[in-house]
């Protein structure tokens, strides 16, 4: 069977709204460490992670034995309405690392239904339907969860369950607060939430929904300390607080475990997803008790935290806790970043490198202005993939290259791939020149 035979066979059976990556899509047969081949016997240095999500590599021997364990017990599924040990055990875990006081744990299949799962909490505990959320934000495909998405290109549906308010989101670029230093663009970012919650609300808001760095949106944040500011009129009012860390959690920035801790706030409601499985399904939401047991009535999640998830889960946390991932991330996250800005960060159409730890983006514009270049991003990860790279693209105007390799990311590794990005980012934009 050839990718060419693949592909027909899934542009007949899928919806076209589902987008494939390069212009010759690749199927991914193999994968170790840090590096997956195609079906063509092409091998990559994989700095996606399949959206952030295969944490801790490919073909991981911790992981693997974890869910063969589980395997051979013949219990692969029993539903939440029975003891199931492997869940007890990872929410014992993500309780105590939360940072959350006195919390509990409710487990899901994505990050979409975790936000979902926070949104059902928070305008029961509020008793609700108003929502603040962020600009350029991105929380889930499914009905609420993409109502309080604030990137058009992923809001699928005019139609919304909720009443939403927007905030600006700090971004550095553009906006009317790009202009403005980053102490002045939180006091003006609190004047904002405070304008919004006279004039946009009826006084008695659910939830503010936030990520600490917005992931499809292209790794855009605000500036250390916004959340915190933002809180302070959150209690004033007893709104609650949703850091949405399904891409930023489990020390992915490098500096801090979850990316609110850069604030220095304690969120009401966390939501996870992503790394925790390692490419299982696996998500939730954790949250205070008196919150968290808002819900009036019986709800539960087929799949979430079914005994195969959750052991993948366990060796998975295991694994990231006792290898110390979130110094590593920051130890290769700053080869990348410094290596980077010093060699195309002082590119006309490179607007700017950003991010924290392994979590990365380039931005690209038409030299001298800051209007997005979205077909410069195209051949810049077109030629990526071609020098054996893997990378991944967003950003509200597809402008930004994004990366989020593997935690167990070495240094060796970083190195390799930070040559290939230099190589495509230069070669392109010296292409452009040229024409």
């Not at 992503?274 to 696996?282: D, H, M």
Request: negative net charge; charged residues 20%; contains cysteine.
């Amino acid at each position: 069977m050839t990718t060419d035979d693949l592909l027909a066979r899934h542009r007949a059976v899928l919806p076209s709204w589902m987008p494939l990556y390069y212009d010759e899509p690749i199927e991914l047969v193999s994968g170790s460490g840090r590096r997956v081949t195609d079906a063509r016997g092409r091998t990559y240095l994989d700095f996606f992670g399949g959206v952030l999500t295969n944490m801790i590599g490919y073909d991981v021997p911790e992981i693997r034995e974890a869910v063969e364990r589980q395997l051979r017990t013949g219990i692969v599924h029993s539903s939440t309405l029975y003891l199931i040990r492997q869940q007890v055990e990872l929410a014992e875990k993500v309780a105590r690392l939360s940072g959350i006081p006195d919390a509990r744990v409710f487990f899901t299949n994505s990050g979409t239904e975790a936000n979902e799962a926070a949104l059902l909490v928070a305008t029961n505990h509020r008793r609700s339907h108003q929502i603040l959320a962020v600009r350029n934000s991105y929380h889930g495909r499914s009905y609420a969860a993409m109502g309080v998405t604030g990137n058009r290109n992923w809001s699928a549906s005019a139609l919304n369950p909720l009443q939403v308010a927007w905030l600006h989101s700090g971004e550095r670029l553009r906006g009317l607060l790009a202009r403005l230093g980053e102490a002045e663009r939180v006091e003006a970012a609190v004047e904002d939430l405070r304008e919004v919650l006279a004039t946009q609300t009826a006084g008695d808001v659910a939830c503010l929904v936030a990520e600490p760095i917005q992931g499809v949106g292209g790794f855009v944040h605000p500036p250390d300390g916004l959340f915190a500011a933002w809180k302070k009129v959150l209690d004033e009012h007893g709104i609650l607080f949703v850091a949405d860390e399904v891409q930023t959690g489990w020390g992915r920035t490098g500096e801090h475990f979850w990316g609110y801790q850069a604030h220095g706030v304690t969120p009401d409601l966390l939501t996870f997803a992503k790394g925790i499985g390692n490419g299982f399904a696996l998500a939730g939401v954790v949250g205070r008790a008196d919150v968290l047991e808002s819900v009036p009535a019986i709800s539960f999640s087929t799949f979430g935290g079914n005994p195969v998830s959750t052991a993948a889960g366990n060796a998975v946390l295991d694994y990231l806790l006792d290898h110390d991932l979130q110094a590593n991330a920051a130890r290769t996250g700053a080869i990348l970043a410094d290596g980077l800005r010093a060699a195309v960060g002082g590119l006309d159409a490179v607007a700017e490198v950003r991010g924290k730890g392994l979590m990365l983006g380039v931005e690209f514009v038409r030299p001298g202005t800051v209007e997005p270049d979205p077909a410069l991003t195209a051949r810049v990860f077109e030629a990526c993939r071609s020098g054996g790279l893997l990378t991944g693209k967003g950003g509200l105007y597809g402008n930004v290259l994004r990366m989020g390799p593997p935690l167990t990311l070495t240094e060796d590794e970083a190195r390799e791939g930070l040559a290939i990005l230099v190589e495509a980012i230069r070669s392109c934009v010296a292409a452009q020149v040229a024409a």
